[in-house]
């Protein structure tokens, strides 16, 4: 069984700020924020972005807050779920999404390609599915293709993240839950 799990990163918002869009307050002391099972939670500034581990898609899977918390700012969502090879980001600048670029192993088309696009993803996008199909061609039963997405992240934060997994050490970094004021 493979690992899955999801986050938002929020640009140049502070944490007060963030929560102040969401219209949520903090919670409980969240141990490992990347686990599938782990409610939606906050973690720190790095790098100029505010992590939102968000394995639940309460946020994530949320175009009306994910349109509020990008007004006058950048964020990028990413989901992968590893057993099923299926990875997906999603961009969303200024109250819009801009674009949103999924790897879906299971929906593959006669050339072997498996990755749909919605809206005008980065240039870069173009070279990253060459390269994963260059790649899946040299080697036998390996997905490529399921990084494109996530490579995608490391580009839109100038590397900041690579596109997995951007909670670095929970025991350095505390995450809280977050508790939306409506629930």
């Known amino acids: 069984m493979g690992f899955s799990t999801g986050y938002v990163l929020v640009q140049d918002l502070t944490v007060d ?11 409980y002391r969240v ?22 581990g968000d394995s639940p898609g309460d946020i994530r899977d949320d175009p009306d807050l994910l349109e509020t918390l990008s007004i006058g ?36 088309d006669d050339a072997g390609l498996h990755i749909a696009i919605e809206g005008r993803a980065p240039d870069v996008l173009v ?3 060459e390269r994963a199909l260059h790649d899946e061609r040299q080697t036998i039963a390996v997905d490529y293709q399921f990084n494109v997405p996530l490579k995608l992240v490391n580009d839109v934060t100038a590397g900041a ?4 997994y951007p909670w ?3 025991d350095e970094s505390p995450y809280r839950e977050i508790v939306f004021n409506n629930a």
């Open 73 to 108: 700012t950048t964020v990028v969502t990413a989901f992968l779920e590893e057993h099923v090879m299926y990875s997906q980001a999603e961009l969303y600048a200024n109250g819009l999404r801009r674009w949103k670029v999924v790897s879906d192993s299971e929906t593959e």
């Open 161 to 164: 993240f690579d596109g997995t």
């Open 127 to 129: 070279s990253l599915i």
């Open 17 to 27: 700020d963030v929560l102040q869009r969401l219209g949520a307050v903090l919670g």
């Open 31 to 52: 141990e490992d924020p990347c686990l599938s099972d782990a409610p939606a939670c906050l973690g720190p500034l790095e790098q100029g972005w505010t992590v939102i």
């Open 168 to 170: 670095g050490d929970p």
